[in-house]
């Protein structure tokens, strides 16, 4: 028992010092300052997006040090009157035929804008995303300024029921405690690619030189891979005073939101598996063990520590990490039956 303790605690000590480390690695935009000179197309897939729509299209038409910009909306089939609700708002909206049976809709609706788009610059922002009035600007200044081709500005994390407050605050987490991120940003390697389709800043030529979006439910991470197979560089950077975005409104949204996309995350159902029990054993088991054995104590600790590290340095919400990852393998689990049995789908269509 204290052998195994004390390899938790070598592992949970690791994974804290590499959070940290990345804390202070991560880039962030610079201040506001001049203009940008590149043609800026900001890009927006919106399918039943009416709650969102008006507020996502006004902090786009407020963006500030964009000289020649064009704003391009895709509604993608709404059925809640969206469409409507953007008509009239002074950008371009496009619409087009449904995605053929086993089509997935955003990566085909992201698709369809960027080749609609002139600029040399392509935003893509979903319509959940509240943006702040320079992000945009200090986003592509950060993009050109380190000589990268793509940048992922993480969007602070909003959350409101008691099951995003646990859910959430594991995306920065994960990726500021397993990525590296200066060397993820240079590195070919699949399993190093990352980014974030809420807010993803791409050069133009980039994109079309990697082939675009794919036909993949993880669209930002297959995007990523393949600007990365073009050598292309980025990932993810600090979108903490950028944007912020609350992603599912209430449990059942963000179960429905999670199962769609859990069980390809990781490859594969053994992947997933797999994954979902280290992460059991290095950041749950310990609490169990504290009562037994003093030698637990490090790893409980180290491991609190690294999503309260995540938390102070992305704006985020500090939670339980036992509790957080016992969530979390739940949502493994429903995404991994829902597919077994067929039945996953977003906004009324078919996932997988």
């Known amino acids: 028992m204290t052998l195994f303790a004390i390899a938790l605690d070598v592992v949970a000590v690791a994974i804290l010092v590499h959070t940290i480390v990345n804390a202070m690695l991560l880039r962030r935009p610079p201040e506001l300052a001049g203009s940008i000179d590149d043609a800026v197309s900001l890009l927006v897939p919106m399918r039943d997006e009416a709650g969102h729509a008006q507020q996502s299209v006004r902090a786009l038409l407020t963006q500030r040090g964009l000289t020649d910009v064009e704003i391009l909306v895709y509604d993608d089939g709404s059925t809640d009157g969206t469409g409507d609700i953007v008509r009239g708002m002074g950008v371009r909206i496009l619409t087009g035929a449904p995605p053929e049976p086993g089509t997935l809709g955003k990566p085909l609706a992201c698709t369809r804008l960027a080749s609609a788009a002139r600029g040399s610059v392509l935003v893509f922002v979903d319509a959940d995303v509240e943006l702040a009035p320079d992000a945009v600007t200090r986003a592509i200044r950060l993009m050109r ?112 939101g999670y199962a769609k996309s859990l069980w390809r995350a990781f490859g594969s159902t053994a992947g997933a598996v797999a994954i979902t029990a280290l992460l059991v054993v290095v950041f749950v088991v310990p609490w169990c063990l504290v009562a037994v054995t003093a030698w637990a104590w490090p790893a409980a600790v180290a491991g609190q520590l690294s999503q309260v590290v995540a938390a102070l340095r992305t704006g985020g919400r500090i939670a339980p990490q036992p509790l957080s990852i016992l969530a979390f393998s739940a949502l493994v689990v429903v995404s991994l039956h829902r597919r077994a049995q067929g039945r996953i789908t977003w906004k009324g269509r078919p996932v997988g």
């Open 145 to 256: 300024t380190t000589e990268l081709q793509f940048v992922s500005p993480y969007p602070r994390q909003r959350t409101g029921s008691m099951l995003e407050w646990l859910v959430q605050p594991l995306l920065q987490w994960s990726w500021l405690a397993f990525l590296p991120l200066r060397l993820a940003e240079r590195s070919a390697r699949p399993s190093l690619a990352a980014a974030n389709g809420q807010f993803l800043v791409v050069d133009k030529a980039a994109y079309d030189a990697c082939g675009g979006h794919a036909d993949d439910v993880l669209d930002d991470i297959a995007l990523a891979r393949a600007l990365r197979a073009t050598g292309a560089r980025g990932g993810f950077v600090d979108g903490t005073a950028l944007a912020s975005c609350r992603m599912y409104d209430g449990p059942r949204a963000l179960v429905d």
